[in-house]
């Protein structure tokens, strides 16, 4: 992308590296983001894949794990203007079937999970507060939509004085050009960038 | 765009149109924005030199307005892992030059106006609880950078129950690549885009 | 109470009156704070009366509902030091029994409804969100306990910019001597206090 | 206290202790507060006096500090519906004397500042970002006024997944009922209650 000299000049995209205690957080993986024909589309299957792994590897290395799935509790009122932006989110009621974790990626008991009704994990939950209590500092992120939620996450995760580490291999999105879009900014602006090795061997205990 | 498709069929993109009563935010148009060799470039300046005629008819029509920058009180502490990923912000120290609004956007006494220290005009600001207590429903949205801190404060005007209308006109980024895909994005997602043209008619009371 | 003297004289206590558009938040009346050997005491169960009265006036002349209830998701971890400073909250898990709301006060379809894991009805949901979507400048508050839930909605309610309604006969608290002070305290600081029969006027369209 | 037995039998007011890292929040120590014709009374000016020892104290053991005052920088409309129920507030402009902090207590290059329009230090601040990327779980909080300001920090510090310490020494009000009044509640929900001396002991790596 011939726009990175500016970026570079202006100090854009430094490694953040991790710090202290690192989780896991895995946004709306859910059915009817597993779906093309209601809201998936792209490498969003391929992502829930590689992070049935990443999940698989957090667990056996005690790394605290954050779910969090969006739905309207509220008959569409209480999304906003969102839903009136994309209709189609007031169809994912709460205890709807897409409303649900996808199976292979249910959380477990004492895993930390919330409802949210907007783009970001941290919007209209108390995700930062659990990370705090948890000693967090570190937040690797997986998840739908790249250039929705996985990218408002990302600004919070931010803003919210953590690392984020989005982890390549597991963000999906529906369609290719926005993925890639919101990569690029993520990796300027807020995040560093890894594959689900990378993120494996640090659960590990191995970076 | 080919990814339009999955977008249309999914509902995405439907207009917002506008409500009650409308604001006007602006967004870090800084000193330091102006100049491509701090952090400016592209159609930063453009955008700005419309907001200028955009201001003057808030203005003249009453619309409440409200002005943010971005700025460190702390020596860059305050804004945590941000200056980690882009070390220039930290020399945007809250009384420098480079942190002052330009010359011709400078806020008028009764305007809202607050420092900020993330991407988003809405994180660590009371911005919300004061377009509460103005009654306001619809943010209309002119600043800089279009990939950065107008989409974080795009996506948050939305998550606060508001109609967001991004000024397309009035919006700039400093590479135009991460410009024209965040527009895309807030087209789909969030908010109406609307020419200078039409923002200046609503705010003259013609539509 | 002595002490009003300097707080007249340092003009605290005025009156906000009512403003736009009024909702109704109805907190934490759930079965273990029916109980005074859970969590519940005093005057809880009375308010608990007179809230089912008011309700049900509400619900007549449309005005917009909220409930919100305590409960953990995550066996305590997701509530913080909260649970460390009152183990008994640990207790209150999503789907147990003293966590669901009261039978005589379950929230209708199409009624805004949060689980929340602290004080405030608005920290860690998205209540402010629906507010405003709503329209809502005004907030009429009920629930438990008065020193506890409803008085950290208030602060925040004033802190969202919007003019809080403390109901003085659906307010409840485990003991005396911190209700009273907390009303006290509210009603100088954040809020109107309003008696029932004020409330279900101004429901009413009387006032 | 006889209510205290109620708050016994359902195990409120635990003690949380130290975590990991601490930190010293001063809360609108300024000169509007030190004036009991303004917004002073009772025990503030002695909490002040206190304050300079604790925070000297916490200098020289390079605790991290923030300090965080109440002003309006905008007439009045930026603090909302607070500056109708103690219209007094809108005095309190960000660059009058009253609003600055006292002289004893400035803050030094480096150290955490904000301007708050509210009640809790948290609220329209980013001060739980900074407390984050710090590492602090443990907050100790002096300021005033103890039924005011102080107790809506500390329930946000408790609901951002802190442990709040109140320094009783480091802590005013305009009066007495209800300074001990929310002492009471903070400890029996949210917060340990220190001596300065505890305080001081901790900073010094004594406890």
Redo the contacts between chains.
């Keep these: 992308?011939s726009?990175l000299s500016?970026?570079e000049k202006?100090?854009?995209?430094?490694k953040?590296s991790f710090g202290?205690q690192s989780a896991l957080l895995i946004i709306d993986f859910q059915v009817g983001f597993a779906n093309?024909e209601?809201?998936g589309?792209?490498n969003i299957n391929e992502a829930m894949d590689k992070t049935v792994i990443l999940l698989k590897t957090a667990r056996e290395h005690g790394i605290p794990i954050a779910h969090v799935r969006y739905a309207t509790?509220?008959?569409g009122?209480?999304i906003?203007?969102?839903a009136?932006?994309?209709?189609?989110l007031k169809t994912l009621t709460v205890d709807c079937a897409d409303a649900q974790f996808v199976p292979l990626l249910m959380p477990l008991?004492?895993?930390?999970?919330?409802v949210k009704?907007?783009?970001?994990a941290f919007?209209?939950?108390?995700l930062?507060?659990?990370?705090?209590?948890?000693?967090v500092?570190t937040l690797f992120i997986a998840g739908c939509t790249t250039?929705?939620c996985v990218r408002?996450s990302t600004?919070?995760a931010?803003?919210?004085?953590?690392?984020?580490m989005v982890v390549l291999d597991c963000v999906g999105d529906?369609?290719?050009?926005?993925h890639e879009?919101?990569i690029?900014?993520m990796g300027?602006?807020?995040?560093d960038l890894l594959s689900l090795d990378e993120a494996m061997s640090h659960f590990s205990g191995k970076s």
């Design positions: 992308m726009d500016i970026y202006q100090s854009f995209g430094q953040l202290r093309p209601v809201l589309g792209y509790q509220c008959e009122s209480d906003g203007t969102f009136l932006k994309v209709p189609t008991t004492g895993e930390y999970v919330s009704r907007h783009s970001s919007f209209g939950t108390n930062s507060s659990w990370l705090t209590f948890m000693g500092d250039s929705g408002a600004i919070d931010s803003a919210y004085g953590l690392r984020p529906r369609a290719q050009g926005p879009a919101s690029f900014d300027q602006k807020y995040a």
